[in-house]
Every structure is written in C-alpha cells, then in structure tokens.
C-alpha cells in the first residue's frame, strides 16, 4: 500500500527541489522528488560542473540520497524542469532507476507543475540487466 504525497505534491516538492540547482553552464534547472514506498520523499536537483561529464541529474541525486540513507523501494518519481514542455528523464537516470524501482511511476513536469505520468516500463522498456531472462 502507497502512502505519503499525492503527484501534485510531488510535483511541488520537485518545484521546490529545482530552485537548488547548480546549472551554471546549460541554465536548465531541474528539481526531482522520490517517493519511498513507506511514504518518505527524497529530493535532487540537477548539479552540474566544470568538466561537463561529472554532471549528475536531479533524479540521481535524489535516488542516491535516498540509497545512502537506507531507501530502495521506491513507487513514484517527479521530475520538474524549466521549459514549456514535460521534463522526461535521460536515459541514464532511467536505467538508474530501472536497478532499485522497475515498478516505478515517472512524473513529468513542466516549469508551471503541470504534469503527465507513465511507468518506468513504458519509458525505457529493454532495461539493461545482469540477470537473464528479466
Ligand atoms: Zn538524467
């Protein structure tokens, strides 16, 4: 049983998350927000660097935050970004998320919170395994 935040909720909390990005060089401030199944929200944004390739994502932040604290199961994740359009996950986060979550909700926001889901299997639907046949 999913308990805590509704996706709106989510979606403010990403909102929020987004105004601690470090994106001084693409200017795309992105904020996540991960729910645990027991209810806990872990947050991220997206934080960048010098040397381009060190960046890591809004949404990894969050999901390595919540791992180091003892969190991996996880139902939903909102994503907000800065444009007009839906924030969709890289492909990267979304196989990070495919290793803890594969049952996991992706929310996507625009800058203003409104938003649209799908699963994590619709996005990225030939996950990367070690493990045969899953
Ligand atoms: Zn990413």
């Known amino acids: 049983m999913t308990s805590g935040p ?12 987004r105004e601690q990005a470090y994106a001084p060089y693409s200017n795309f401030h992105v904020g996540a927000a991960l729910l645990t199944r027991d209810g806990r929200v872990f947050t991220g944004c997206n934080v960048e660097n010098a040397s381009y390739g060190l ?32 924030c969709r996950p890289c492909g990267a986060c979304l196989q990070v998320m495919s290793e803890f979550a594969p049952e996991l909700r992706v929310i996507m926001a625009d800058r203003t919170g409104r938003f649209r889901s799908r699963t ?15």
């Open 6 to 17: 509704s996706d709106a909720e989510l979606v403010r909390m990403a909102l929020a998350a």
């Open 55 to 86: 960046t890591v994502c809004a949404e990894r932040v969050a999901l390595f935050k919540a791992v180091s604290e003892g969190s991996r199961t996880f139902t939903a994740l909102a994503i907000a970004g800065p444009s007009d359009d839906y």
């Open 120 to 134: 994590l299997l619709q996005l990225l639907p030939e996950a990367f395994s070690m493990v045969p046949g899953t």
